[in-house]
C-alpha cells in the first residue's frame, strides 16, 4: 500500500495514507509517502471534492467501505485473493458471503486493483468483475535485492518459518536427515532485518516456500532474485514465479501440505549442484537477472500509470 501511494505521488498527482497513527511508517523500508491519522482523516473528509478524489481500501476492508467515506470513488486493493471474504481472525466477514459479491459488484466499487494473475483470474472468473474493472499491479521488488557477485553461495537451504510453521518444522527435521551429512545446512530466517534477510539469501543455494496463501509471495520472489533455486508453496498467487523459475529448472511447486513432495525436488537440485555446480550457478544468475527484470520498481512504476491513466479517463 505505501509504495502504492508513493508511485501515486511520483505520477503527480497526490496520496495520502489514512493510517490509525499518522507516524507510522514501516520498518523493513524507507517510505516518505504523506500520512494522516483515521480520526483526523474523518474531520476532514467532508471538505473534500468527492468527484476529484478516490479512496483505496485493502481487500480486508471491503466491509466498511459503505460506512467509511461515502459518496467517495472506492478501489479496493486486492493483495490476496484469499482474503476477499475475510482472514480467519475476521469474524466480522462470517455470514457476509453473498454480500462481498454483491459489493464488489456494486457501484460503490469503482476499481480493483491486484498483484499477481492468479488473483486477475481470480476475481475475473470468480467474482465475475469485467476485465475492464479490474487492474494487474507489478509487484516490484526492492533495487537492492539482487544476487551479489562478491558474496559466496554456500550450502544453505533457507526458509521462513513465520508462515504455516508447523509445516517448516516437519519438512526441515526429515530434510536434515537426509542432506546434513553432505555438508548441507537448514537455515531458518527470523526475527532479521529486511538487509540481514537479503544478505541470507544471498549466501543461500535453496530457498523453501511454506507461505500459504499469497497474493503474490515476495519471499519467493525476493529470494529468485538473489539467486536461490526455490521449491514449495506457490500460495497461489506466487504461481507466476515457480512458472518463471521453472523455465530454469530451478523452480519446484509443491502442492499446499505435501511435506513428502519436498524431498524429491530438493534431491533433484542437490544432485544437479553436485553433477554440474557451473550450470547451476549459470542458471541462477539467468534467473536472477530474469527475475529483477520483470519485478521491478520501474515496471511497477508503470503499471500504477497505466492504471491512473486508464481508471481518469473513465471517469
Same mark, same amino acid.
Given at each position: 500500500m505505501h509504495r502504492l501511494a508513493e508511485f501515486i505521488q511520483k505520477s503527480g498527482r497526490q496520496s495520502i495514507i489514512v493510517q490509525d497513527e499518522a507516524s507510522f511508517h514501516p520498518a523493513w523500508f524507507e517510505s516518505n509517502v504523506n500520512t494522516i491519522s483515521r480520526k483526523e482523516f474523518?474531520?476532514?473528509?467532508?471538505?473534500?471534492?468527492?468527484?476529484?478524489?478516490?479512496?483505496?481500501?485493502?481487500?480486508?476492508?471491503?466491509?466498511?467501505?459503505?460506512?467509511?467515506?461515502?459518496?467517495?470513488?472506492?478501489?479496493?486493493?486486492?493483495?490476496?485473493?484469499?482474503?476477499?471474504?475475510?482472514?480467519?481472525s475476521a469474524p466480522f466477514f462470517r455470514g457476509e458471503m453473498s454480500r462481498v459479491f454483491d459489493l464488489y459488484h456494486s457501484p460503490l466499487i469503482s476499481h480493483v486493483l491486484c498483484v499477481s494473475q492468479y488473483d486477475r483470474d481470480f476475481l475475473l472468473d470468480f467474482i465475475g468483475l469485467p476485465e475492464n474493472n479490474v487492474s494487474l499491479l507489478v509487484n516490484g521488488i526492492e533495487d537492492n535485492v539482487s544476487l551479489s557477485g562478491s558474496v559466496k553461495k554456500s550450502k544453505i537451504i533457507s526458509y521462513m518459518p513465520r508462515k504455516n510453521y508447523f509445516d517448516s518444522e516437519?519438512? *526441515?527435521?526429515?530434510?536434515?536427515?537426509?542432506? &546434513?551429512?553432505? #555438508?548441507? %545446512?537448514?537455515?531458518?530466517?527470523? /526475527?532479521?532485518?529486511?538487509?540481514?534477510?537479503?544478505?541470507?539469501?544471498?549466501?543461500?543455494?535453496?530457498?523453501?516456500?511454506?507461505?500459504?496463501?499469497?497474493?503474490?509471495?515476495?519471499?519467493?520472489?525476493?529470494?529468485?532474485? *538473489?539467486?536461490?533455486?526455490?521449491?514449495?508453496? &506457490?500460495?497461489? #498467487?506466487? %504461481?507466476?514465479?515457480?512458472?518463471? /523459475?521453472?523455465?530454469?529448472?530451478?523452480?519446484?511447486?509443491?502442492?499446499?501440505?505435501?511435506?513428502?513432495?519436498?524431498?524429491p525436488s530438493v534431491s533433484q537440485l542437490v544432485s544437479h549442484i553436485d553433477n554440474n555446480s557451473d550450470q547451476f550457478k549459470n542458471s541462477l544468475v539467468s534467473m536472477s537477472l530474469q527475475t529483477s527484470r520483470v519485478y521491478s520498481m520501474n515496471n511497477m512504476y508503470r503499471s500504477v500509470q497505466m492504471f491512473l491513466n486508464s481508471f481518469e479517463s473513465s471517469l
Open positions: 474523518i474531520k476532514r473528509s467532508s471538505s473534500l471534492d468527492k468527484s476529484s478524489n478516490f479512496l483505496v481500501f485493502p481487500e480486508t476492508y471491503l466491509p466498511a467501505v459503505s460506512e467509511y467515506a461515502p459518496g467517495f470513488k472506492n478501489i479496493i486493493f486486492n493483495q490476496n485473493s484469499s482474503y476477499t471474504f475475510g482472514q480467519p516437519i519438512v *526441515c527435521t526429515s530434510l536434515r536427515r537426509y542432506f &546434513s551429512h553432505a #555438508g548441507w %545446512k537448514l537455515m531458518p530466517i527470523a /526475527s532479521c532485518s529486511h538487509d540481514q534477510v537479503i544478505e541470507s539469501l544471498r549466501k543461500s543455494l535453496i530457498f523453501l516456500s511454506f507461505g500459504h496463501p499469497e497474493g503474490f509471495g515476495l519471499p519467493v520472489a525476493e529470494a529468485m532474485a *538473489c539467486g536461490c533455486a526455490v521449491v514449495g508453496y &506457490s500460495g497461489l #498467487g506466487g %504461481k507466476e514465479l515457480f512458472d518463471l /523459475s521453472s523455465q530454469f529448472g530451478l523452480g519446484f511447486e509443491v502442492a499446499f501440505g505435501d511435506w513428502k513432495q519436498f524431498l
